[in-house]
């Protein structure tokens, strides 16, 4: 590895190829393989041909355009497996993500508190109560949205997120 932490830019090119050929999970693929529709050509293949590089190496010039084309040809399908990979990797964490998400059902009448955020109004500083209310559920809006009121009746003018209310217990 590097012994200086001053020529670490001469290691450089090392990690790009490694971090460039190693398969990623949400594709399946190597960023090089969707980049050029083929493997990369690591350093030691060079010094030591492997049987890709002989038959390459061999090829006329018309067999070798004709190869390319066809290279070019499977990119395409490539990147499509790519691309249904990748939605089968989002689905697999969105289903692991929705496990653990419990549904928060709100019921009209109920009483909530309401989170302040540092960019409110009623924000008063770091040593200010972070909830305020209690506020009374007027109405619940698709979406995770929720219509409150103060106790005296005043309805507030925007809806809140869900997010940022919470039960208030007597």
């Not at 393989?33 to 492997?50: C, D, H, K, N, Q």
């Not at 990979?85 to 009448?109: C, E, P, W």
Request: hydrophobic share 40%.
């Amino acid at each position: 590895m590097v012994d200086n932490y001053k020529n670490w830019h001469e290691q450089l090119p090392y990690a790009l190829l490694g971090y460039r050929t190693t398969t990623r999970t949400s594709t399946g693929a190597t960023p090089y393989l969707l980049v050029y529709g083929t493997e990369a050509v690591i350093p030691a293949e060079v010094e030591i041909p492997s049987l890709r590089i002989i038959q390459e190496a061999e090829l006329k010039d018309a067999e070798w355009v004709r190869n390319c084309y066809e290279q070019l040809a499977m990119i395409d399908e490539k990147k499509m497996v790519a691309v249904y990979h990748r939605q089968m990797y989002r689905q697999r964490m969105s289903r692991a993500f929705n496990k653990r998400v419990r549904t928060r059902l709100f019921q009209i009448g109920v009483l909530m508190l309401k989170r302040v955020f540092p960019h409110q109004e009623e924000h008063k500083g770091k040593f200010a109560p972070n909830w305020q209310g209690p506020y009374m559920v007027r109405k619940v809006l698709s979406g995770g949205a929720v219509v409150v009121a103060e106790m005296d009746g005043q309805e507030c003018p925007k809806a809140i997120n869900a997010d940022a209310l919470k039960r208030y217990y007597i």
